[in-house]
């Protein structure tokens, strides 16, 4: 699979959200009362561990180019991290995944408001649908401290998403991804040591059961849209909720209710519309203008 054709490359997206569910899982194994702070600076410096092998990949003339950028996106990216476990610890696997998903939905609203990209009609749509679609699926008396959370994190990956494009571009995806963990290490490192919890192996487990499927997740996305142009194969990351359905439904013994299928279509479908468009548009252009082979 080297998701150079766009059949490889959607295969890869569905394993690779297959194995972020899976780290999701990890987390929601945690014990009640799990040190959070412990927890996340495991799975950074666990993470970092995994990356050395790929260490070749980082451009030493370049090393700690856009330094700025990256400390600040690495510390939204430690408060996300946090935001997520205290929704996986206390909200249904599905439930917690489908409100993740509120990220591309402000990943579209930020890119208007900072880059003055145009929203289409149907991306006005995907907007106002999917904001609803959380709502359904928190309704009022469901939306407590855990639903934050969960928002919290989508909103962290949201920025963290459009904040990419103030990245050096000589930079490859994996030495963003090395000075990303790196630079978090010393505040998550503070933050577990004024926690003051017990180190626990299962911890440690947890950790890198987490660490290794969500790296193995950056690395099947890198390889998909390394070779294939993303508006052809986006609407394939949306299968994450699907897996989050059927993992909490056979291992939490978690059955979604109609209020979660109706909310989780307000936001998922839109945006799949949004992409199918996208790639329309883009078959449209390559007909007008080919490229000679």
Not at 24 to 48: S, Y
Not at 243 to 258: S, Y
Not at 271 to 287: A, C, D, P
Request: with cysteine; glycine share 8%; aromatic share 10%.
């Amino acid at each position: 699979m080297s998701g150079k054709t766009v059949n490889s490359a959607i295969l890869l997206l569905v394993i690779g959200n297959a194995m972020a569910i899976l780290s999701d899982v990890f987390i929601k194994l945690l014990e009640p009362g799990a040190p959070i702070f412990q927890f996340a600076f495991l799975r950074c410096v666990l993470t970092l561990a995994f990356l050395l092998p790929l260490a070749g990949q980082l451009n030493r003339g370049q090393l700690f180019s856009g330094l700025k950028v990256h400390t600040l996106r690495a510390h939204i990216h430690l408060g996300g991290i946090l935001c997520m476990v205290v929704a996986l610890g206390n909200l249904p696997l599905a439930t917690a995944n489908a409100l993740f998903y509120g990220a591309p939905i402000l990943v579209m609203v930020f890119s208007a408001l900072v880059f003055r990209e145009r929203l289409t009609p149907l991306s006005v749509l995907a907007v106002f649908s999917g904001f609803t679609g959380i709502v359904v699926i928190l309704r009022p008396v469901e939306f407590n401290w855990a639903a934050i959370a969960a928002l919290g994190s989508a909103l962290a990956l949201a920025i963290n998403a459009v904040m990419v494009r103030q990245l050096p571009k000589q930079q490859s995806t994996v030495h963003k991804l090395f000075l990303n963990y790196l630079l978090i290490l010393p505040a998550a490192g503070a933050l577990a040591l004024w926690e003051g919890a017990e180190w626990s192996p299962g911890i440690l487990l947890s950790a890198a059961g987490s660490a290794f499927f969500i790296l193995g997740y950056n690395i099947t996305v890198l390889l998909a849209y390394q070779q294939v142009d993303a508006n052809q194969v986006t609407s394939a990351e949306y299968t994450g909720l699907i897996w989050a359905v059927l993992i909490g439904w056979i291992g939490f013994n978690e059955m979604p209710d109609l209020w979660f299928a109706v909310g989780s279509a307000m936001i998922v479908v839109p945006l799949i519309m949004v992409g199918l468009r996208s790639r329309q548009r883009s078959h449209r252009v390559l007909q007008a203008h080919p490229v000679n082979g």
